[in-house]
């Protein structure tokens, strides 16, 4: 939900564009979110966690669209405001669908029951589709849910950016032998995502591990399930993203045989 009306009273409040951008970023702090937007009624005009979650360029307040502002944690109740390019695009995939065939010898029922996220990137991992667009078959789910980032830095433009204990999620984490998958999902067609949701958690975990830690973007729509390889070809630079690979394709669910669970190699 994009809040016009309290951004622009919180820019009015700390003359934030009067700010010079090229010196540095706005630091802003919850705590000024919520005295500039006190007199709001709603909770999504005025709580700072809603206000500051801007997923997408379309997201962006009309301000940040305005003056091409976008808004990045720093640590717990700080925020940094930055000119720039904060988002990546998601191409369309222009390949023909693959078919997958499911390493299961029998169909999952649960699977098909909602529409979540969760659910499509579990039934992706269950069928192996994850194992096999990665090339890696000994990847296991050993990641999921939120977490808090240790201390790191990075470049934007010429801005050196401190962060330190900002909440991270990511929706599936697989380690392997020699590498770890990080994956981002999504149940419908995006056009565009903040680097943020793919560079923190990459930042994060690649100080825990000297394995390569490599970067997905899922979604899943209608029956077809696409992935995307991002990688940052420098890890202190938050532009440096690039897609490696993208493919989509649809799972065939084998029948049941009554062979033993995984009687075909992952």
């Not at 990665?134 to 050196?160: A, C, M, Q």
């Not at 380690?175 to 560079?199: D, F, H, P, W």
Request: charged letters at 30%; glycine letters at 4%; aromatic letters at 14%.
């Amino acid at each position: 939900m994009v809040n016009n009306e309290a951004w622009q009273k919180i820019f009015e409040d700390y003359n934030i564009l009067r700010h010079d951008f090229n010196k540095a970023p706005f630091i802003l702090s919850a705590e000024q979110i919520k005295r500039a937007c006190q007199d709001f009624k709603e909770t999504k005009e005025k709580e700072p966690r809603i206000l500051c979650k801007q997923d997408s360029r379309e997201d962006r307040p009309a301000i940040f669209q305005k003056y091409n502002l976008f808004i990045l944690p720093i640590k717990n109740k700080y925020y940094n405001i930055l000119e720039g390019e904060g988002y990546i695009n998601i191409p369309s995939i222009n390949n023909e669908v693959s078919l997958h065939t499911s390493i299961l010898d029998f169909q999952l029922e649960t699977s098909k029951i909602g529409n979540s996220e969760m659910q499509h990137l579990d039934f992706a991992y269950a069928s192996s589709l994850i194992r096999f667009f990665s090339g890696d078959k000994t990847l296991v789910l050993t990641i999921r849910g939120r977490k808090y980032t240790p201390e790191f830095s990075f470049n934007i433009g010429k801005h050196l950016i401190n962060v330190k204990g900002v909440q991270t999620e990511v929706d599936a984490g697989y380690e392997g032998k020699n590498k770890i998958v990080l994956v981002e999902a999504k149940n419908s067609k995006t056009s565009n995502v903040i680097i943020r949701q793919l560079y923190y958690p990459y930042r994060q975990w690649q100080s825990y591990t000297k394995k390569k830690v490599e970067t997905y973007f899922f979604e899943k729509s209608r029956n077809v399930y696409s992935i995307w390889h991002f990688e940052f070809e420098n890890r202190m630079h938050y532009n440096s993203i690039k897609l490696v690979k993208s493919e989509k394709f649809k799972i065939n669910e084998q029948k049941d045989t009554g062979k033993t669970l995984f009687s075909t190699e992952a």
